[in-house]
């Protein structure tokens, strides 16, 4: 199982990023997937989730209606489309496919 994230780096506040992780090693469209984040000093928190077919997303309050999560099953990645980015959100993204399967994370930086 290998989940490999990309797409962060450093943004003005209000600006946009788009996160992306890839899987391989497992059934991609048989799993619900997640993405979270780890800011310093605090616990890792989920941000948003996808079902296996997409057709259910859920959001953190504090992410709603800023951050888009989907995927594509057919080159086994899902994103997470990051808009009006404020320093709050700074943090090391991860995306998750369930217990034990979490990427390396990607850093997510929102410059105020």
């Known amino acids: 199982v290998q989940l490999v994230e990309s797409g962060g780096g450093l943004v003005q506040h209000g600006g946009s990023l788009t996160l992306s992780c890839a899987a391989s090693?497992?059934?991609?469209?048989?799993?619900?997937m997640k993405w979270y984040r780890q800011a310093p000093g605090k616990e890792r928190e989920l941000v948003a989730s996808?079902?296996?077919?997409?057709?259910?997303?859920n959001y953190a309050d504090s992410v709603k209606g800023r951050f888009t999560i989907s995927r594509d099953n057919t080159k086994k990645t899902v994103y997470l489309q990051m808009n009006s980015l404020k320093p709050e959100d700074t943090a090391v993204y991860y995306c998750?496919?369930?217990?034990?399967?979490w990427g390396q994370g990607t850093q997510v930086t929102v410059s105020s």
């Open positions: 996808i079902s296996f077919a997409g057709r259910t997303t």
């Open positions: 998750n496919a369930g217990p034990e399967r």
């Open positions: 090693g497992f059934t991609f469209s048989s799993y619900n």
